[in-house]
């Protein structure tokens, strides 16, 4: 069965960002620099991370300049990104920098995929291996009449107890493959199931607007 490997130190500022709007029952999150903006339920928490911290793993965040902690837990923090089968939904929002052009001649969809489980593996091709533990849930391609491109990709990963986590990534590139843009949400699989209006919320918000 598949298992991410590894332990997760990191640093956290524990703040909100953005502040709710008046009572419309959503947090606008937004990178105004990179022209990101989606908007999380008030029921969720976001919280900034700090990358700058030499302890955080790359496997974890890569390159990314930009990061949020999406979080429904009444205790929000990055321990609950680090458990195997989270009771509530739990992910990144982020941008980061393709820092080399041999980076980003090798970026393709597959490369993507894989960052849904640290960089590891491709989950797509997992999912067509016998007892990898991986299943796919579904999978589209993202654009934007800027010419942003990428995927959404949403599958499941049995445990070795048996337990079942599902996970929901999109990200995307711009037309330059300069900078990539990555929305990573997980739960336990029945916890997925009963907040899939909320994640669905999230990503339809997820917009990307970048000047000419």
Known sequence: ???????????????????ACGDSGYEYVENDDAG???????TWSVVPV????????ETLLQSEQWVRLLDRSADPGLANLQAVLPAEPVGLASVSTVATNTERDALDYVVLR???????????????????GVDLVS???????????????????TQDDGGLVTFDQTAMVNPLTTEIYRLFLKCESHCYEANRGEIDDIVDSWTIEQED
């Open 1 to 19: 069965m598949y298992r991410r490997r590894g332990s997760l130190l990191v640093v956290v500022v524990i703040a909100l960002t953005v502040g």
């Open 114 to 132: 894989s960052m849904a489980l640290g960089g590891e593996d491709d989950p797509l091709a997992l999912a067509s291996t016998p007892d990898s």
């Open 50 to 57: 700090d990358t700058t911290d030499e302890a955080i793993p």
């Open 139 to 157: 999978i589209a391609d993202v654009t934007t009449d800027e010419g942003l491109r990428g995927e959404r990709i949403v599958f499941t990963v």
């Open 36 to 42: 990101l903006y989606f908007r999380v339920p008030d």
